[in-house]
Nanobody, 122 residues
Framework: QVQLVESGGGSVQAGQSLRLSCATS????????MGWFRQAPGKEREEVAT???????NYADSVKGRFTISQDNAKDTLYLQMNSLKPEDTAMYYC????????????????WGQGTQVTVSS
């Protein structure tokens, strides 16, 4: 069982930056599939950024060039650096993880954090 704990959310002005962190309870680097997702009120959860077991990253078009996903293997922590934040980035952000065999079979994540709120005002 993997436990994920997000932190780093907050309220900022448009154009500012935040860095989200996701601490993991087990050694997930470099084999697990990891990702950041977000859900705004009244909207479906969307994929923001992911990193696979080979280190390849993928970003939603809406955040490309502004957000960066990374891992610190020594700290077993996943990060999401968010720059040039916009009001439309306002959402609850979730960290997710999956063992490679599970992900390859189901194409989804099986471990989720509780989320951290990001609010961007104009």
């Amino acid at each position: 069982q993997v436990q994920l704990v997000e932190s780093g959310g907050g309220s900022v002005q448009a154009g500012q930056s935040l860095r989200l962190s996701c601490a993991t309870s087990t050694y997930t680097y470099p084999t697990y599939y990891m990702g950041w997702f977000r859900q705004a009120p009244g909207k479906e959860r969307e994929e923001v950024a992911t990193i696979d077991s080979g280190g390849s990253t993928n970003y939603a078009d809406s955040v490309k060039g502004r957000f960066t996903i990374s891992q610190d293997n020594a700290k077993d922590t996943l990060y999401l650096q968010m720059n040039s934040l916009k009001p439309e980035d306002t959402a609850m952000y979730y960290c997710a993880a999956a063992e490679p065999p599970y992900f390859r079979l189901h194409n989804r994540y099986n471990y989720w954090g509780q989320g951290t709120q990001v609010t961007v005002s104009s």
